[in-house]
C-alpha cells in the first residue's frame, strides 16, 4: 500500500472515531467528565507519539540543541507514523472506556462500522487529492465542504435525535470543533502535501460547528447568514495564500533535517520538490547550494543514486551568481563557484560549454587572461565538441567577452577570431538571438552594431552556401543598405549594394523593390549588363514569394520588369527567355488576350525549338477562348494547323489533347473536299489536317473517310480502296460513326462499279447503303445497274421499276429506258 493511501486511510478512521465520539456522548446532558478523559487519552496518545518519533530523530543523528525551535517541528514532520499510532490509539482506548461505562446503550458494536467507514471516506480524500491541476481541487473542496454543511445542517437534528435545543446543539458543537485542531495536527505532520481536500473537510466541519453553536441566533437575520460565511473566508484564504507557502516550508524542512543527518539523497530530493513548487524561494536555494557544496563526488560510486538526482543546472545557476553580478567576486566566492564548475564538469559533460564559458569568467576575474583566452578561443570555435543547444545558450556572452566586454580578452582575442571564416556570422546569429529573447538589451544591441558594420558579402555568402541564414536580420541590414547607397562616396555605395543584395535574397516580399533599386544605380552609371542582372532578382523575388504575397506596389514592379525583360530577351533574340518572362507576366492577367497573341508570335520565331509551333498553337487556342472571332488567331490557326508536323504531334499527343482541335481539322477538310475545282496544294493541306486529326483520333470513321476522300482526289485509288474496305468492316457504333460508315460504304460501292467494274462487290454495298435513313432512288439506281452488270436481269429490272416509282428524279428515264431494253432480254 503506498504511504500517502496509508496517510489518508488513518485520516478518515480518525474523522470517523471522533464522529462516533459526538454519537455515544448525550448531546442534550454530556458527561464532560468522561469527555475529558477521551481527550485526556487522545492527548496522551498524541504526547507519547511525540516522545517517540523525537527519541527516533536523535537516534537518527538529529541535535535538539542545534535548533530547539525547529526540532519540535522536524519531530512532527519526520516522524508522523508515531504522531498517527499515539493519537488514534490513544483516542480508541478513550473510546473503549467510554463505552463500557455506559454500556446499558446498545452501541458497543457500531465502533468497528465508524472505522471500516472512516477507512473508505480517507479513500475518497485520496482520489480526490489525485486531481492534477489546482483549481479543479481547489473548486471540489469548496464544493465538497458546501455540500457536507448544507446536509448537516438540514438533516443532521432529523438523524440525530437528541438535537432538540440550543443547549444540545451547542454541546454537540463543542464535541465536533474540539477535534478539528487534531485533525490539522495530522493533515500538517503527514508526508503526503498538505492538499485542498483536508481543508475543506476541516472548514466543512467548522461551519458545521458554528452553525450549531448557535451564534447566528444572537445576530440580526442577515448577520445570522453571514456567519457561514467564514469557513468559505477561511478555505479561500487558507488554500490560496497560507497552503502553497506552507508545503514549500515543509519540503525546506525536511531537506534540512536530512542535511543535518547526512541523508544527502533525501534532502536533495526535498529541495527539489521545494523549488519545483517556486523556484525563487530563497530558503529552498541556500539549502541545495549548502548541500551540493557539501556533496564530494570523488567518494561516490559511479552508481550511486544521489548523482541521478544532482540539479547540475541549479550548480551552474549558483556559479553565474558568484561570478557575474554588480562587483567581481571574492577568493571566497570564486572557490566556491569552481568547485560547482568541478562539479557539473565531472558529472554532465553534455553541460561542458557553460562550464568553459564560467570558468573563462572566473580566470579573468583572477586576471589568468592568456588561460582565459585560450579557453574563449576553444568555445567558439565550431569544431570543438559541444553540445549545440547547450554552446549556442552561451554564445552570445562568449562573444560579448571577446569583442567588448573585457580589454584584455579583445586584445588577445576578438579581432583575429572573428576573421576566422563563418564566425562572424555565427557571432551575429547568437546575438539575433540574444535579441530575440530580450529586445531591449542594451549590450545585444550594441554588439549587433558591431558585427553588421563590418560585415561582408562574402561571408555571408559563404555562410548561405549551406541554406538562406534564418538567424540574420534582413531588415536591418535593408536600412544599412539604404543609408549608404545613395552616398557620393564610392565604397559606401559598395557597401551599400552589398547590404542591399543581402537583405533581397531573406526578404523576397521586398524584393522586387530592393532590387530594381539596385537596377536603377546600374543603369545610371551604365553597367547595362549588372542592371539586367538586377532585375532577374526582381523576378526571381517575385517568384519566389509569389505573385500573390506581394503587396499592391512590389507586385506593380514585378510585373513589369518581367514585361521588360521579355521585350529585352526578344531584343536579343533570345526567345525562350522572353517566352518565359512573359508566361510569367500572363499571371498579372492584364492584356491576357494580347499576351497569348504576343507569346504564339515568339514562340514562331522560336522556330528551332523543340514543340515550338505546338506551343504557338497552345497559345492561339487559348487567345480564342477570349475571343472567338479574332481575326489574327482564326489565321495564326490555319497557318499552325498547316505547319505542324504529323510526327511531332503524334510524340506530344498526350500533352496537346486537351486543347488540339480535332474538329477544326476534319471540318477544314471536309470543306476543301466538297469543292468540286481544288488545287493540289489544298488537297495537301486536307489530306494534312486530316492525318492531324488521326493522330489524336485514329479510329474514328470520319476523319478515316477524309483521308480516304484525300486519297482519291490525289488519284491514290488503291490507298484510298484499302482504307474505305477497312472502315467497311469497323462496327457502327455513335450517330457520327453511323454517317461517316454509311458514306464510306457508298463510295465504295461507287469505286466498285464505276472504276473497278465489279459489279458483284458494289452491290453488297448499295445494299447496305439502302438501309440508311438519307438513302433514295439513286441508290436503287445503282443496285439495278450492279445486277445488270452481273446479268442478273429480273433483279434488275425490279429495282429499274423501283426508281421508276420516283417520276420527279432525275434518274427517271435512266430507269425507264434501261427496264425497255432489258425486258426482251433472257432473265
Request: charged share 25%; proline share 4%; hydrophobic share 45%.
Amino acid at each position: 500500500m503506498p504511504p500517502i493511501l496509508r496517510e489518508y486511510l488513518l485520516k478518515g478512521v480518525f474523522l470517523a472515531l471522533w464522529a462516533y465520539l459526538a454519537l455515544v456522548l448525550p448531546p442534550s446532558n454530556p458527561d464532560w467528565s468522561r469527555f475529558g478523559v477521551v481527550l485526556a487519552f487522545a492527548g496522551g496518545g498524541l504526547a507519547l507519539g511525540l516522545i517517540a518519533g523525537a527519541a527516533v530523530q536523535v537516534r537518527r543523528g538529529l541535535r535538539p540543541s542545534a535548533n530547539p525551535a525547529a526540532f519540535p517541528l522536524v519531530v512532527l514532520l519526520e516522524s508522523p507514523y508515531w504522531i498517527y499510532a499515539g493519537l488514534i490509539l490513544g483516542l480508541a482506548v478513550g473510546l473503549v472506556s467510554m463505552v463500557e461505562v455506559r454500556s446499558e446503550e446498545p452501541i458497543t458494536g457500531w465502533l468497528a462500522y465508524f472505522v471500516v467507514g472512516g477507512a473508505i471516506l480517507g479513500y475518497g480524500f485520496f482520489q480526490l487529492r489525485q486531481v492534477k491541476e489546482w483549481l479543479w481541487r481547489f473548486l471540489f473542496g469548496a464544493v465538497i465542504g458546501a455540500i457536507l454543511v448544507y446536509l448537516a445542517i438540514d438533516y443532521l437534528e432529523p438523524l440525530l435525535g437528541g438535537l432538540t435545543g440550543n443547549v444540545a446543539k451547542r454541546n454537540f458543537s463543542i464535541v465536533l470543533l474540539a477535534g478539528l485542531p487534531f485533525f490539522y495536527l495530522l493533515t500538517f505532520c503527514g508526508e503526503a502535501e498538505e492538499s485542498e481536500v483536508e481543508i475543506a473537510a476541516i472548514c466543512a466541519a467548522l461551519g458545521i460547528g458554528l452553525y450549531l453553536f448557535g451564534l447566528e441566533s444572537g445576530l440580526e437575520q442577515l448577520a445570522g447568514k453571514l456567519i457561514l460565511l467564514a469557513p468559505l473566508i477561511v478555505y479561500f484564504v487558507y488554500a490560496t495564500r497560507i497552503l502553497p507557502g506552507l508545503r514549500i516550508f515543509k519540503h525546506t524542512l525536511r531537506g534540512y533535517s536530512a542535511i543535518q543527518i547526512g541523508d544527502h539523497l533525501s534532502a536533495l530530493l526535498w529541495f527539489k520538490q521545494a523549488l519545483r513548487l517556486d523556484s525563487r524561494n530563497d530558503l529552498a536555494r541556500q539549502g541545495m547550494l549548502t548541500l551540493h557544496h557539501q556533496v564530494d563526488v570523488t567518494k561516490l560510486p559511479p552508481d550511486s543514486e544521489i548523482l541521478k538526482h544532482l540539479d547540475y543546472g541549479f550548480c551552474l545557476d549558483q556559479a553565474t551568481a558568484y561570478l557575474i553580478g554588480g562587483r567581481a567576486p571574492s577568493p571566497v566566492e570564486r572557490a566556491k563557484a569552481d568547485r560547482l564548475l568541478a562539479l557539473v564538469e565531472q558529472q554532465s559533460p553534455r553541460l561542458a560549454a557553460r562550464v568553459d564559458y564560467l570558468r573563462i569568467v572566473s580566470l579573468a576575474h583572477a586576471k589568468q587572461f592568456d588561460e582565459a583566452a585560450g579557453l574563449l578561443g576553444r568555445l567558439l570555435s565550431p569544431e570543438t565538441p559541444y553540445e549545440a543547444a547547450v554552446r549556442q545558450g552561451v554564445l552570445f556572452p562568449a562573444w560579448d567577452l571577446a569583442l567588448r566586454l573585457h580589454p584584455e580578452l579583445v586584445k588577445r582575442l576578438g579581432g583575429e577570431e572573428l576573421a576566422k571564416p563563418g564566425r562572424r556570422m555565427e557571432a551575429i546569429a547568437a546575438t539575433e538571438r540574444q535579441l530575440a529573447a530580450e529586445p531591449n538589451d542594451a549590450t545585444a544591441a550594441e554588439m549587433k552594431a558591431i558585427l553588421y558594420a563590418s560585415l561582408t558579402e562574402a561571408e555571408f555568402v559563404a555562410d548561405a552556401a549551406s541554406g538562406l541564414p534564418t538567424e540574420f536580420n534582413y531588415d536591418y541590414a535593408e536600412q544599412l543598405g539604404l543609408a549608404l547607397v545613395d552616398q557620393a562616396d564610392a565604397v559606401q555605395q559598395d557597401r551599400g549594394s552589398a547590404f542591399l543584395r543581402i537583405a533581397g535574397r531573406g526578404l523576397p516580399q521586398r524584393g522586387p523593390t530592393i532590387f530594381k533599386k539596385l537596377a536603377d544605380i546600374a543603369t545610371a552609371a551604365g553597367r547595362t549588363d549588372e542592371a539586367r542582372g538586377y532585375l532577374e532578382q526582381v523576378k526571381r523575388s517575385g517568384v519566389l514569394a509569389g505573385p500573390k504575397a506581394l503587396t499592391e506596389d512590389q507586385r506593380a514592379i514585378y510585373f513589369t520588369t518581367l514585361r521588360q525583360l521579355s521585350a529585352d530577351a526578344e531584343a536579343r533574340g533570345d526567345y525562350e527567355n522572353a517566352i518565359g518572362d512573359l508566361r510569367l507576366y500572363q499571371e498579372s492577367g492584364k492584356n491576357a488576350l494580347e499576351g497569348y497573341r504576343k507569346l504564339a508570335d515568339l514562340y514562331e520565331k522560336n522556330k528551332d525549338a523543340p514543340n515550338a509551333i505546338l506551343n504557338a498553337l497552345l497559345m492561339t487556342e487559348t487567345g480564342l477562348i477570349y475571343n472567338a472571332t479574332d481575326r489574327d488567331f482564326l489565321a495564326r490557326k490555319d497557318k499552325y494547323y498547316f505547319n505542324v508536323g504529323v510526327e511531332n504531334l503524334r510524340e506530344m499527343k498526350d500533352k496537346v489533347e486537351r486543347f488540339f482541335d480535332v474538329d477544326y481539322c476534319s471540318r477544314k477538310a471536309k470543306l476543301i473536299l466538297d469543292q468540286r475545282d481544288v488545287d493540289a496544294d489544298s488537297l495537301d493541306w486536307a489530306l494534312h489536317l486530316v492525318r492531324l486529326a488521326k493522330v489524336m483520333k485514329p479510329q474514328d470513321t470520319a476523319v478515316r473517310l477524309a483521308e480516304a476522300r484525300c486519297l482519291l482526289r490525289q488519284g491514290d485509288r488503291d490507298a484510298a480502296l484499302f482504307e474505305l474496305e477497312n472502315i467497311r468492316e469497323q462496327k457502327v457504333s455513335g450517330a457520327t460513326d453511323e454517317d461517316a460508315w454509311y458514306d464510306a460504304t457508298r463510295t465504295l460501292g461507287n469505286l466498285y462499279l464505276n472504276e473497278l467494274n465489279r459489279p458483284d462487290l458494289a452491290v453488297h454495298c448499295f445494299l447496305d447503303y439502302r438501309d440508311y435513313s438519307k438513302s433514295g432512288a439513286d441508290t436503287l439506281f445503282n443496285i439495278a445497274r450492279c445486277y445488270e452488270g452481273m446479268n442478273e436481269t429480273r433483279n434488275a429490272i425490279k429495282f429499274y421499276e423501283a426508281v421508276t416509282a420516283y417520276e420527279e428524279h432525275p434518274k427517271y428515264w435512266d430507269a425507264k429506258q434501261a427496264m425497255d431494253r432489258l425486258k426482251d432480254q433472257p432473265t
